[in-house]
């Protein structure tokens, strides 16, 4: 039984969490933090807790914090960053679900994220939380940079073929739609219901944040460059993240589908769908599952991959509970049971 | 660990109970029949299965089902009642989701439901499964008849009330609210995608099969006949129900939020919310809780019930299992820990 | 041709005004004003409006909107009856939207509202412009309250019963739903996508603002005092209310459907369907209509009504412009013959 | 004045025809047939069409359909192709929304559609009816083929590349995105409410119906064979089509902006987006326009294209509507005024 904490409990992922958390074997969760709530009963905010959590929000600190063996960050970028030394020299695990530890380079996440990494030197030790290709670094790990859920979602589909370099390394298309959830649980008029609900647009086409993180994890895979053209898309419903990955194939003979479940033979939380499949968001809402198919609609031509998640778990809470697990020594999918809600 | 089979298990409460089955530690889920998709697995009808349950739709044959301790019936009604005598001669347990067992009299079923009643002996010896208010009986049954979706939120919103007598019961008033997994999952236009979505409105005003067996429930809570309107809507979601309910309060210095909580004080499945509060369908989302707050906003007049269920767990498949439990001896919350999806 | 402004064109009442105004044949849109949005381009904030409406948002100025022979107001309660005044010295006709106008008492408007009223010398001249009731006092009017949402669609099906006084006067029962539009459209958490969808909730169970406009209307209609409980509700969709009305019947020989018929033979915006139906509140999305079914589900007994209107149409835009059709001598249904949208 | 007939008017083409010709100020609709409905008043099956149309469907008779000056065939693929040879020589002309008359060789017509075609000596005489490539012919045509939804969106995106002759010709991947009500109103269990809200899935990534007809208008745009990946997919909404369109451009240089502009600059109905803009399909909900946005994200590289339509109004009915103003002589946009619903 370890002692768990979780900064920054009023968003999307947090609640995930304390979902997860509250459910978890292993775990006692003893702190949540959130400046604006603080004092609230959690279950008063999350009425569904009602019964599991019987915790406050408490003001973030350090002190406290320091108390756990796990600490997670739900917060906005640029929090984690602020606080993560000292949780370090504590001896405190942390694991972060925002961005500030995810890229490598800190002038390339100065650049995307706009402003400067307030801890630059603890990139190199933040192992980057995707269990599929880090397992071994994550169990030695003490800072878990969390992948986001867009970066999830679009390397499981792709990395079959980059690792194999069996396509076109060129010219990736990623073109992913997602439920409104990414977007957060902060106010705002382009989510609101009646904004979001029967309407479906592309955003950020001229660049979002995912795609440094993306090309990372590709290149790493691919030993080399990558050119990628990444299309995020808002499509009205809650969870859930669909990834559309085209690719020229340069050896139009290779066995996709052997490929694809070769790779993921011994992953459990990677589901390989039978050839022809075409996976379903719902059939991972609330699952930390990734369902993959993968096409060849012509001869020859172009791999057309079908990559689903549920953006809370598999691209947020569900993964970090994973990345515990490991760092842990606990079983990998302890505490990720849940079977997905269908209908 | 006992054997169960479901029969028919290719609509919605069949899904569900799957899924709860699935996940419950002393359940070993032998037999799933469906005439319709005979020989087909059922993970490939419902994928967030893959992984969790590995049966194959069958043929319905007693043989087999003799051979479980519980046999759960999520069929049409109409067709547990064909079955059941073989099954109950064979010392099989046997819940049925349908309503062919709900109203204890033949010819208020037959009226209600347009066919004769193929056994009515089997009236009296079933057992009306709401564990609220029947528990020794269920604890002793061998057949259940689990109750209705509208009829579980509508009861256990009136029944302190009732029971107490402190309302008028001639003009007891139940406006409910269903998301549309209510209604099945068999091919129909009104409850398509572009039919439903973006509408809502009241059916079957004139009389809605729930009506007697709500009335039936409520006269024996009370004692007396009951005088009830009863208007269900169609709202434009998967799953919940809103049960909005009035009555004249006859007694109006009586304290209802107090006879409330002390009526459902020892239901770890009821749950008195605080006083002013508005429960939220999403609260028990996927959870088997009935989340209930009750108002009085003029003084004296009506009281204001809002009860909350999932209708597909605590009004279908959740109520089933928490039934089996009671039957069993098991705890009653095995296998039903899942707490709500927010959001 | 007349020219007309709106005072708040950022919200969902001001961007369906704008719909409307726009296929006018009479009106000539000249002043749009906004604080907030000052110098952009309508078209730019609302795309649906590209190639229709040219103007940009400008600050409210009085001199301004004195030039429009008519000034539609889509703002917040209070900020009408601080301009109000300085437009109706200049002769210029008002529609206020929001609610400063509508209820006659300015005590219970401060009680409701939270503040005092600006300028309640002009409550009595308003007139409240729900036309089916006050056609005569809106053609002679310079000051319209415009109905609320609910209120409209709550008075139009009471008022038959209630001004036939067939009904028990004391206990009446309006459970109404509505869209997620009819909050606005200004960032907030709780009307969210992922608040909002896959949910439903009462609210404003203890007292909601539109309780004392109902029961003014429903007095007058019924030359008595009247007991209402009403309860609103927020339902999954966009737009749409659907108002379920409950009256004990004192009379309950007449002839419902006939008594309805009649009252609205000449009403071209009320629809009063075939006994028997349930009206859908997308059967007039996008359109001014109110349709209304009346059932008695019991020999004797209750009246149950079923009303729906849009609450942006009927329930607030179209029913201005209908005002304005009136005050103007236009044809009453000038450019509001958009048949709703289904699917 | 002319006379319109529909042939099959009750799924969602035939209803959104019904709509805009109801408000058509040159058209008398005076036939709407259907083989199941026969005999039902129309505005019974759809009620927003109550006071608007006064028809009832009939059997369809070539006998009264020769009686008017133009018929729509809303059927199902392989209805209009038994009946038009018939009506042609009436002199009628036919717009034929379904796919009957799109592809010129009946060869490839007979492998997608999976039956002979009935009159393949028409198919020569057929004009595709996408009037921003083909108004002249269009003008003299006696016979329309009505592009597909998919094939409208992605060709009006594709073109100015194509034409241009800018792009690698080889490697066009067109993404695209559908409303439920692109599966039409017949029941089925796959566009329930419950299997495809809250859900995101590709489908037909193997082959769609709709790529030979895309294929067969780009590489008559670009005069030679094109390569195209097609992945549709179904996102949980009723109206609009989002197609994404990825090329790699061969001449990097292009100013793609002044080209869009360019293209379209005589074209009512396709509005070219200012350059950064992503355009949302609910800014079409119910109207005929196109919105187009082009990006090129990086250097060189990819060219972007975001399509947006009503696949009900723009993608049939409007377009079909916008057919019959050209072939009669009417102002294109006659009786296609209506501004999308916001919100």
């Known amino acids: ?27 006692s969760l003893d702190v949540i933090t959130s400046r604006s709530e603080e004092g609230r009963e959690v279950a008063d905010l999350f009425p569904n807790l009602r019964g599991h959590v019987d915790l406050r929000f408490s003001q973030p600190e350090i002190g406290r914090l320091c108390e756990c063996e796990t600490v997670f960050f739900a917060t906005p970028n640029g929090t984690a960053m602020t606080m993560v030394p000292q949780l370090i020299s504590a001896g405190v695990r942390v694991i972060d679900l925002a961005a500030d530890f995810r890229l490598k380079d800190p002038e390339t996440w100065e650049q995307w994220y706009g402003i400067p990494h307030a801890c630059p030197d603890y990139l190199d030790q933040a192992v980057y939380g995707l269990p599929e290709t880090n397992r071994d670094a994550i169990r030695a790990a003490q800072l878990i940079a969390n992948p986001g859920c867009y970066p999830t979602a679009v390397q499981l589909g792709f990395l079959p073929l980059v690792e194999a370099q069996v396509v076109d390394m060129d010219g990736l ?7 409104v959830s990414g977007a957060g ?119 057309v991959v079908l990559s689903v998640i549920d953006n809370l778990v598999k691209g947020a809470a569900g993964q970090a509970v994973q990345n515990m697990n490991i760092m842990q020594g606990f079983n990998e999918s302890l505490g990720l049971a849940d079977i997905a809600l269908i209908p």
Not at 6 to 14: A, F, K, R
Not at 173 to 179: L, N, R, V, Y
Not at 239 to 259: F, K, N, W
């Open 1 to 27: 039984m370890i002692r768990a904490g979780i900064v920054g409990g009023t968003g999307y992922t947090g609640v995930e969490l304390l979902r997860l958390l509250a459910g978890h074997p292993e775990v």
């Open 173 to 179: 298309i990623a073109d992913a739609k997602s439920g």
């Open 185 to 303: 649980r902060k106010a705002a008029t382009g989510t609101l219901l009646c904004e979001a609900s029967e309407n479906f647009n592309a955003y950020a086409v001229p660049g979002h944040r995912h795609l440094p993180e993306i090309r990372q994890g590709l290149e790493l895979a691919a030993t080399r460059p990558v050119g990628l053209t990444f299309v995020p898309h808002l499509t009205p419903m809650i969870r859930g993240i669909h990834a559309t990955l085209y690719a020229r194939l340069s050896d139009p003979d290779r066995d996709l589908q052997a490929l694809y479940e070769a790779r993921y033979s011994n992953e459990y939380f990677v589901d390989i769908l039978p050839a022809g499949s075409h996976p379903e968001t719902r059939s991972v809402r609330g699952s930390n599952h990734c369902r993959i198919a993968v096409h060849q609609p012509q001869p020859g031509g172009v791999a």
